[in-house]
């Protein structure tokens, strides 16, 4: 049988200013692309480019600055960048609540310093034991509204704990208590609500006050939280506590028979035996080259590195900086070769325990020059018209060798952890295990609930992606780690459902290929396509009024949308010296040693 064919933020932002020769001379990029420094960037919009900051001693950079801050102390502690990235993933579970946390999940890459080795630990969230296939669908078949999104049967068996802990059990230099600490701190002593907290509690109140252990946290007896009311929450700081004396407490412990239990008594699947047989998983990495660069990303369940890589190979040789930034061809060539990666990952992707996932055959050299011989650079191909490579194809090359958010660690010696970690929705499930402050995920409905239905962010799944227990549902996360020479060269992540690939797409390219810094690659405007809905995504005040209609000429259906994603990143510039920047979009910060 043949397969298919194989925040509120307007770009005007607020930040400091950064001057022409700053995107030249500590930029990651090599002596071949000197002559293409800005590659056209228009001095205005570079104006709003956020300012990178700069070390030579180490970096961390994350979506909160208390976060950030978690993370530096660790470093200036003596522990090594594992122990910063488990202090800050920690710390962001309790000051954005809304976006990651530990009842959640999440993908790692790290760059160990004395062997330049690369490793990917995969902590996602998985299908519970008594999860099935139609357990969304009515008796006529039919999709229950939101089951997958809210209460406790959209939520899967969280993977987080189990993540930070194996990372610090093989990596970490300090005592685990120490890496925990600051996160009770914060939950304990509480910290100040910004208006980006205030405005994810405002979007999901109706659900968060039909669950009576989430009202308790995020309301004062039902009535929101306003900018710069402290939070307090005190059985999140307990949680912690006990997590920092026994962190198999979590899945076979006090905290296991608390999640348990409170999902027996509201109709959610988790069971003890679910939380006591889940493991993380080391995987190897998917990796490729991309001028001189070998850049690597998370392999299957999580879509993110082999798309990445597929349009990475499909734009191949073609000259975007002699082209010049944000000009139509170049801008036409990235849209037409992510509705092919789109189309692909519709069809093709899914959890490598349960499905075969043609990784080799989608990031091959040869498929991506059949498929760039596809594109006709005067006009769109409809994404009716696109499909996703054929089973004939797949044997012929065979034998070819949103919420969410991201962390970035870079340590005196060079080790590495670029992470991206969530609990999907805002505020996940929209439901807290009662008496653990753990906010759960809702991350059930990354599955395929049905043929063709898209899920929370518009992408639509197969039977690669479908529901089975103790299977993993398809991720789009993408946190990636490039070298040159075996040297770091850098690291970088985003939230934001679909369009993290596209983001990580862009921040890649615009330190490889236009030779921005860290600072510009983060704040450069955005656009985005997936194949279904057949939209291209422009981001508001980013694109010249010549280059959309250029777009619009082509055949693109434009929709224009405030800036997304929360991306960070961390440089290395040939000097060695480390930038760092946070997204504009967020409030996220850089701190350098």
Request: aromatic share 6%.
């Given at each position: 049988m043949i397969l298919q064919h194989l925040r509120r933020f307007s770009f005007t932002v607020v930040c400091l200013c950064i001057c022409l020769s700053s995107c030249s001379p500590v930029s990651p990029i090599g002596e071949r692309q000197r002559r293409k420094v800005n590659a056209g960037i228009p001095p205005d919009l570079q104006s709003q480019f956020v300012q990178p900051q700069r070390s030579k001693l180490g970096m961390a950079v994350s979506a909160h600055p208390l976060a950030t801050e978690a993370g530096v102390a660790m470093l200036e502690d003596g522990g090594n960048a594992m122990d910063a990235a488990v202090a800050t993933a920690l710390a962001i579970s309790v000051v954005e609540p809304f976006s990651a946390g530990i009842g959640g999940g999440g993908f790692l890459l790290l760059r160990e310093a004395e062997t330049g080795k690369i490793r990917a630990l995969d902590f996602r969230e998985r299908a519970p034991m008594a999860a099935s296939r139609d357990m969304y669908l009515d008796d006529e078949g039919k999709v229950k509204s939101r089951a997958s999104l809210d209460g406790h049967l959209a939520v899967g068996v969280p993977g987080t704990v189990a993540g930070l802990y194996e990372l610090h059990r093989e990596y970490g230099k300090l005592p685990w208590s120490a890496v925990v600490k600051p996160a009770i701190r914060l939950a304990q002593e509480g910290f100040e609500l910004s208006d980006r907290f205030i405005r994810f509690t405002q979007r999901r109140r109706d659900v968060l006050l039909q669950n009576t252990a989430a009202k308790a946290i995020f309301t004062r007896q039902g009535q929101m939280y306003e900018p710069g009311d402290i939070l307090v929450q005190k059985d999140l700081a307990n949680t912690l506590k006990t997590i920092s004396q026994d962190p198999e407490s979590f899945y076979s412990g006090k905290v296991a028979w608390a999640i348990a239990q409170d999902m027996q008594q509201h109709g959610g699947l988790i069971t003890l035996n679910d939380l006591i047989n889940y493991e993380p998983i080391w995987r190897d990495p998917i990796c490729g080259n991309f001028r001189d660069a070998r850049i690597c990303s998370m392999p299957p369940p999580s879509s993110g590195g082999v798309h990445l890589l597929q349009i990475l190979n499909i734009i191949g040789e073609t000259d975007l900086a002699d082209l010049g930034w944000q000009n139509p061809d170049a801008l036409h060539l990235m849209v037409e070769s992510m509705r092919i990666a789109y189309a692909d990952r519709a069809a093709h992707l899914g959890d490598p325990d349960f499905v075969e996932v043609p990784v080799r055959q989608l990031t091959s050299k040869e498929y991506a020059k059949q498929r760039r011989e596809e594109i006709q650079m005067d006009r769109v191909r409809r994404s009716d018209e696109v499909t996703a490579v054929d089973e004939a194809t797949l044997q012929r090359l065979q034998?070819?060798?949103?919420?969410?958010?991201?962390?970035?660690?870079?340590?005196?010696?060079?080790?590495?952890?670029?992470?991206?970690?969530?609990?999907?929705?805002?505020?996940?499930?929209?439901?807290?295990?009662?008496?653990?402050?753990?906010?759960?995920?809702?991350?059930?409905?990354?599955?395929?609930?049905?043929?063709?239905?898209?899920?929370?962010?518009?992408?639509?799944?197969?039977?690669?992606?479908?529901?089975?227990?103790?299977?993993?549902?398809?991720?789009?996360?993408?946190?990636?780690?490039?070298?040159?020479?075996?040297?770091?060269?850098?690291?970088?992540?985003?939230?934001?459902?679909?369009?993290?690939?596209?983001?990580?797409?862009?921040?890649?390219?615009?330190?490889?290929?236009?030779?921005?810094?860290?600072?510009?690659?983060?704040?450069?405007?955005?656009?985005?396509?997936?194949?279904?809905?057949?939209?291209?995504w422009l981001e508001r005040g980013g694109f010249g009024a010549d280059t959309v209609q250029s777009l619009k000429e082509r055949g693109h259906n434009i929709e224009v949308r405030d800036g997304w994603g929360n991306a960070n990143a961390i440089f290395v510039t040939e000097d060695g010296t480390i930038q760092g920047a946070a997204d504009p979009r967020g409030e996220g910060t850089a701190i350098g040693l």
């Amino acid at each position: 049988m043949i397969l298919q064919h194989l925040r509120r933020f307007s770009f005007t932002v607020v930040c400091l200013c950064i001057c022409l020769s700053s995107c030249s001379p500590v930029s990651p990029i090599g002596e071949r692309q000197r002559r293409k420094v800005n590659a056209g960037i228009p001095p205005d919009l570079q104006s709003q480019f956020v300012q990178p900051q700069r070390s030579k001693l180490g970096m961390a950079v994350s979506a909160h600055p208390l976060a950030t801050e978690a993370g530096v102390a660790m470093l200036e502690d003596g522990g090594n960048a594992m122990d910063a990235a488990v202090a800050t993933a920690l710390a962001i579970s309790v000051v954005e609540p809304f976006s990651a946390g530990i009842g959640g999940g999440g993908f790692l890459l790290l760059r160990e310093a004395e062997t330049g080795k690369i490793r990917a630990l995969d902590f996602r969230e998985r299908a519970p034991m008594a999860a099935s296939r139609d357990m969304y669908l009515d008796d006529e078949g039919k999709v229950k509204s939101r089951a997958s999104l809210d209460g406790h049967l959209a939520v899967g068996v969280p993977g987080t704990v189990a993540g930070l802990y194996e990372l610090h059990r093989e990596y970490g230099k300090l005592p685990w208590s120490a890496v925990v600490k600051p996160a009770i701190r914060l939950a304990q002593e509480g910290f100040e609500l910004s208006d980006r907290f205030i405005r994810f509690t405002q979007r999901r109140r109706d659900v968060l006050l039909q669950n009576t252990a989430a009202k308790a946290i995020f309301t004062r007896q039902g009535q929101m939280y306003e900018p710069g009311d402290i939070l307090v929450q005190k059985d999140l700081a307990n949680t912690l506590k006990t997590i920092s004396q026994d962190p198999e407490s979590f899945y076979s412990g006090k905290v296991a028979w608390a999640i348990a239990q409170d999902m027996q008594q509201h109709g959610g699947l988790i069971t003890l035996n679910d939380l006591i047989n889940y493991e993380p998983i080391w995987r190897d990495p998917i990796c490729g080259n991309f001028r001189d660069a070998r850049i690597c990303s998370m392999p299957p369940p999580s879509s993110g590195g082999v798309h990445l890589l597929q349009i990475l190979n499909i734009i191949g040789e073609t000259d975007l900086a002699d082209l010049g930034w944000q000009n139509p061809d170049a801008l036409h060539l990235m849209v037409e070769s992510m509705r092919i990666a789109y189309a692909d990952r519709a069809a093709h992707l899914g959890d490598p325990d349960f499905v075969e996932v043609p990784v080799r055959q989608l990031t091959s050299k040869e498929y991506a020059k059949q498929r760039r011989e596809e594109i006709q650079m005067d006009r769109v191909r409809r994404s009716d018209e696109v499909t996703a490579v054929d089973e004939a194809t797949l044997q012929r090359l065979q034998g070819e060798s949103t919420n969410t958010t991201h962390l970035t660690i870079v340590d005196r010696d060079r080790n590495v952890v670029s992470m991206t970690f969530t609990i999907n929705g805002g505020f996940g499930a929209g439901v807290v295990a009662a008496g653990t402050g753990i906010v759960l995920n809702n991350e059930m409905d990354d599955f395929a609930i049905a043929p063709g239905v898209p899920n929370l962010y518009g992408l639509v799944g197969d039977e690669a992606n479908a529901i089975a227990p103790r299977k993993t549902p398809l991720s789009s996360m993408t946190p990636i780690i490039a070298t040159r020479n075996g040297r770091f060269l850098m690291a970088a992540g985003s939230p934001g459902g679909s369009t993290i690939i596209t983001t990580v797409l862009q921040i890649a390219l615009n330190g490889i290929e236009y030779n921005m810094n860290a600072g510009a690659a983060v704040s450069a405007p955005r656009l985005h396509h997936q194949w279904l809905p057949d939209v291209l995504w422009l981001e508001r005040g980013g694109f010249g009024a010549d280059t959309v209609q250029s777009l619009k000429e082509r055949g693109h259906n434009i929709e224009v949308r405030d800036g997304w994603g929360n991306a960070n990143a961390i440089f290395v510039t040939e000097d060695g010296t480390i930038q760092g920047a946070a997204d504009p979009r967020g409030e996220g910060t850089a701190i350098g040693l």
